[in-house]
């Protein structure tokens, strides 16, 4: 289970930080990315980190968002920074299990909104 947090209404210019709570599995063995999606439009890929720890970013965010994971407490967080207000989405939380070059099992969160407006 995937549970999202930290969205919310900012101002552009402003900060705020995602947060992605995995239950059931240890998110060590996933490879775990953030989404977003806008209405009428197709969820497209924000971030991602896999298992070796590779991290990637879609072009609008390079630079501005941070995703890191903690194996740990089993969560990944989204930081953004600079928000604008093309920014605005509702982001969802994915992890995706790879054995063999083949995905296995694809999870996704409920999704949190994120409001960037003056």
């Known amino acids: 289970q995937l549970v999202e947090s930290g969205g919310g209404s900012v101002q552009p210019g402003e900060s705020l930080k995602l947060s992605c709570t995995v239950s059931g599995s240890s998110i060590s063995l996933y490879f775990m990315s953030w989404h977003r999606q806008t209405p009428g439009k197709e969820r497209e890929l924000v971030a991602s980190s896999t298992v070796g720890g590779r991290i990637n970013y879609a072009d609008f965010v390079k630079g501005r968002f941070t995703i890191s994971r903690d194996n740990v407490k089993n969560m990944v967080h989204l930081e953004m920074n600079s928000l604008k207000v093309e920014d605005t989405a509702v982001y969802y939380c994915?992890?995706?299990?790879?054995?063999?070059?083949?995905?296995?099992?694809?999870?996704w969160g409920q999704g949190t909104q994120v409001t960037v407006s003056s």
């Open positions: 994915n992890a995706e299990y790879w054995v063999a070059g083949t995905s296995r099992a694809n999870y």
